[in-house]
């Protein structure tokens, strides 16, 4: 019999649901998921997935009423007694490799960071990469804070006109309402800090995110005490000219530091994630010459404290101001200070005489960190000759080293699977899993990023063909229907019978090739389409269609990327390809999450050796979607032969045109002679054996090895705490 909660018991429930709401650890738990979703499904579907969102939306009569049943009271306590569970863990990996952090941290700086799709704060996969890189370190248990913006509007929201023509508007997000909270003093009141940008005093206030176990502070100038001007300097991400961009990354460098001074942080590396954050070294210096040090020994010893990652070999992704900027942005804080302005500008120049020169944040970080490094093993090799000229040293001597990009593997595993891997885990009879329950008792997060568990996916004793398979099938129907609801609500006018139409869209039986990132032109999102008519044959194929998913952002400024998903739209809808080629409006993790489960193939065809590394194609991986990709970043890197497809190789012509010609005749060569083939040769229980061998390959040797686990300990090795 259900006996009544007593209200103490449920007080401490509820007060435990507010607490873990308000902590990302849920965002990789699929129990703590589940119980919101169930507690609210339309809140959580139409707000984001966000529990937060949720708690306000179920009234706190409700929400008591609701834990009066046993069963559901029980599934709360479960989780949170896991979440308390880990928040306490004390013999974590950085417990045993890097005890020395917990007194004296790593502060990670990024522009941008993107952990979940209900903070819409990130542009792309530099933020993602953030996102993920403090989801890990805070499953390592590292001592780590990271700082960030907080952009109240976010990063757009895409929406087609009917030009097919891409249209960015912006979502207020309410701070409440999200999985942040505000940073306070001891008295209890907001913490308010300063920095000096332009000719003014700006102030600025803090939302903590809290990423399981670690902190990251977001700073946020939307006070009443600012002028206009500086209260919408964190409104949007990249949002603005140059002069809006220059004095975000003067907060998030300067403030960033003063706030981790305010907090009475003594960090011992500061990580600049990309060259946004590279204004830090300035703080970092003025601290040292206020304490009576002379501006060179000051820069002697600040280039130990910093650390520095660049993410693109893209011009655009690096920022360069004009002398003119540099002065206005830094009038008021290079006022009170004895370094000549132009010792500052001669730190952002390859050529410090070179007045002519803009000053460059790369050069800066490069110039002030005690070590850097690129993000793929190919863009390592970029990155030394591209900056060789800051060095006196021959190309292989440029102190730029590489670590490969991961994600968080937990974080992108979709609900399904995580169900379907615990369930071979917990149910299985065999050896196989008696071995992993003997390793890891109940901790599964350890068995899931565990190499050895990875392993096991070529072994057939531990998981069938027939069962994979089915597997394959459930994604592809989650993602298709997902898709046929998703262009619903995209089409511009609905009439009723449109609901049956767009059930008919895309066939849950066919080939699906999936292709999503930021459009971005060198990623050449339609090059694929160059074969128009051989594609065209492809996908009318009865006995063996295909059918391809696109979806990505341009650059608000960037034309020739809209133009590009211009094309594929109207493909999408007037070529012969309508009904067999989609394009999913408004990417965002939880879209791309749909999508590299549901594909069978996630296609990426950068112009080489642009993708410096790429982090879509690893979220593929562990759900059997297979890679089909240039040699280039990571996939240069992960692909054997045997795990998945490849277009050209090690190699690329250097006139641009010739390159983007070879890629997609190779492209296509590499599609009609080896995707399509093995994924239609079935046998007589109609199951694809070569297809899911190359599948087992896939999970076996890339899933474990392209995790932020596996990248967060290669820089605490290495970068943060070298031996
Ligand atoms: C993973 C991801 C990216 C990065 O994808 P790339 O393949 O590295 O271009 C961009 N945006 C979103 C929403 C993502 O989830």
Known sequence: MNKPLANAELNEIVAGLKKLSRNLWWCWNQEAQDFFYELSPRGWQNMFHNAVAVLHEVSD???????????????????LREFEAYMGEKKTWGHTNAPKLYKNPVAYFSAEFGWHESLPISAGGLGILAGDHTKSASDLGLGFVGIGLFYREGYFQQAIDSNNWQTEYYNPVDPHNIPIEPLLDADGKRLVCEVEIGLNVVSFQVWRVNVGRVPVYLLDTNLPQNESLYRDLTCRVYGGDSTTRIMQEILLGIGGVRLLRALGHAPSTFHMNEGHAAFLTLELIREKMAAGKTFDEAQALTKPECIFTTHTPVEAGHDRFTPELMNYALQRYLSNQLVPFNDILALGRVKPDDTHEPFCMTVLALKLCRAGNAVSELHGEVSRHMWQSLYNVPEKDVPIGHITNGIHLLGWM???????????????????????????????SSVINNADFWHKMTDTEFVSDEELWALRYKLRRELIEFARRKLLLQSQRVTPGDFIRFDHLLNPDALTIGFARRFATYKRAPLIFQQFDNIVKLVRDKQRPVQFIFAGKAHPRDDDGKRFIQQIIHLSKHSELAGNLVFLENYDIHVARQMVSGCDIWLNNPRRPLEASGTSGMKASCHGCMGFSIMDGWWREGYDGTNGFSIGDDSHSPIVEEQDRVDSANLYRTLTEQVVPEFYNRDANGIPRAWLKRM???????????????MVKEYTNKYYQPK
């Open 61 to 79: 009569q409700e929400l008591r009423a609701r834990l009066q049943d046993d069963r559901f009271a029980g599934r709360a306590r479960t989780v």
């Open 414 to 444: 979709k609900g399904s699977v995580r169900q379907f891997w615990r369930r071979k885990l917990t149910d299985g009879q065999n050896n196989e899993t008696q071995f992993f329950r003997d390793k890891f008792g109940a901790d599964w």
């Open 696 to 710: 087992r390959n896939s999970m076996a040797t890339l899933v474990s090895q392209f995790t932020t686990d596996r």
